[in-house]
């Protein structure tokens, strides 16, 4: 079954902690997003990837950190420097940067 | 102003109706249209991609791209309770980033 896996489902952060939403995808696509939606907000594009090694910032790339060593993976690393983290993180891919994009289920990400 | 500007509800209708939803946009370089349908606590999922004007039915779907007014809107025929989630519209140049509206949440009462 192809699709976009997000892991975890729920995600806690502590003050001062790092922490790293997991992306992996098996449907051989080039382009790699990550987006943060909040309540009553359209989608916000954090960091994108149309190969691997590559990536480049998006609209609110401060305070978070990739990386594309991988294909079919794209992590992403919520630092201490993102002073209002808690969000619905979605991870999404796409065969060309101009074709529909295809969504995980989403991490969300709440802070202890 | 935005780019894309999207009525966030929430729209409650009866089932059976027929639903409108519209987005108006301010970039005339907008090229690719998309819906995607958003269920509770879940990921987005395409609906209806469209390139450039004109119409696209699928199934009780049907999108609408008018490019000389700057609207696009998806139409739901036969509307049901599982229709109900947020929808949002999507856009881009070519070779551009994908836009998003803010999303318009539908209730399909039975």
């Known amino acids: 079954d192809g699709g976009i896996t997000q892991s975890p489902k729920y995600l806690f952060r502590k003050e001062g902690q790092n922490v790293t939403l997991s992306c992996e995808q098996n449907?051989?696509?080039?382009?790699m997003y990550w987006y943060r939606q909040d309540p009553g907000q359209g989608l916000r594009l954090i960091y994108y990837s149309q190969i691997v090694n590559d990536f480049q910032k998006g609209d609110i790339a401060e305070g978070y950190s990739v990386s594309r060593e991988k294909k079919e993976s794209f992590p992403l690393t919520v630092t201490s420097a993102q002073k209002n983290p808690t969000a619905f993180y979605l991870c999404?891919?796409?065969?060309?940067?101009?074709?529909?994009?295809?969504f995980g289920d989403g991490t969300r990400l709440s802070i202890l | 102003q935005k780019e894309v500007e999207q009525d966030p509800g929430p729209l409650s209708v009866p089932e059976g109706a027929i639903v409108s939803l519209n987005c108006t946009y301010s970039n005339s370089a907008f090229q690719y249209f998309m819906w995607y349908r958003q269920y509770s606590r879940k990921g987005p999922e395409l609906l209806m991609y469209?390139?450039?004007?004109g119409n696209k039915e699928d199934g009780r779907f049907t999108a609408q791209v008018d490019k000389s007014s700057k609207y696009i809107s998806l139409f739901i025929r036969d509307s049901q309770p599982s229709d109900s989630a947020t929808y949002l519209c999507?856009?881009?140049?070519?070779?551009?980033?994908?836009?998003f509206g803010q999303g318009t949440e539908l209730s399909v009462k039975p």
């Open positions: 449907l051989n696509h080039d382009a």
């Open positions: 999507a856009m881009s140049e070519q070779g551009g980033k994908l836009i």
């Open positions: 469209t390139y450039s004007s």
């Open positions: 999404a891919s796409s065969a060309l940067s101009n074709q529909p994009q295809h």
